[in-house]
Antibody, heavy 124, light 113 residues
């Protein structure tokens, strides 16, 4: 089955760190740009960060810039999101998503495959 | 940042009838070099991740039923569901990927009347 599987979510205290991982299963990963998108409980979708296939291009939402770091290890077929200085407003389901293929560095394309998400709760 | 607004916030449609959702962008998402609109539509059912329905404003993703169609250009876009089925009950989001931040609309909830 073609899927992305996120892991690493959980309960963390304000100010604490957490690292999310995303691993593909049954689908190609290394040649694709990837993103993290989050959804607070009962709210809409919010793009968090994107990374190109070779990690040459990385972008962040202003709400997480300086606190979150996206990275990938193509040899391990894995995508990561290191989250530091977490705040209550970071509480959300975090999805990893694959961009539709393109031949350029960072793919400005729609997100064609999504993981099931991992819940992050920031609370004391 | 490009802001997307959707209308209506929610709608209820009888089975077999047509549902129409609008998405308006604060600036054009038409890429002039290839004349393509960098806009997508997603469907999200409760407890599930979003699912890509339409990309480049009007291209249906593989496996998506042809009752789903997208139209529009520049700043105004529409998702239409012709012949609403019970399984179409969901929240629908538009998204622009013209530039970062890749913003989403607030969503439109579709129910059965």
């Amino acid at each position: 089955e073609v899927q992305l599987v996120e892991s690493g979510g959980g309960l963390v205290k304000p100010g604490g760190p957490l690292r999310l991982s995303c691993a593909p299963s049954g689908l190609s990963f290394n040649d694709y740009s990837m993103s993290w998108v989050r959804q607070a409980p009962g709210r809409g979708l919010e793009w968090v960060s994107s990374i190109s296939s070779s990690s040459s291009y990385i972008y962040y939402a202003d709400s997480v810039k300086g606190r979150f770091t996206i990275s990938r290890d193509n040899a391990k077929n894995s995508l990561y999101l290191q989250m530091n200085s977490l705040r209550a407003e970071d509480t959300a389901v975090y999805y990893c998503a694959r961009h539709r293929y393109c031949s350029t560095a960072l793919c400005y394309t729609a997100f064609d495959i999504w993981g099931q998400g991992t819940m992050v709760t920031v609370s004391s | 940042d490009i802001v997307l607004t959707q209308s209506p916030d929610s709608l209820a449609v009888s089975l077999g009838e047509r549902a129409t959702i609008n998405c308006k962008s604060s600036q054009s998402v038409l890429y002039s070099s290839n004349n393509k609109n960098y806009l997508a539509w997603y469907q999200q059912k409760p407890g599930q991740p979003p699912k890509l329905l339409i990309y480049l404003a009007s291209t249906r993703e593989s496996g998506v039923p042809d009752r789903f169609s997208g139209s529009g250009s520049g700043t105004d876009f529409t998702l239409a569901i012709s012949g609403l089925q019970a399984e179409d009950v969901a929240v629908y989001y538009c998204q622009q990927y013209y530039n970062t931040p890749f913003t989403f609309g607030p969503g439109t909830k579709v129910d059965i009347k």
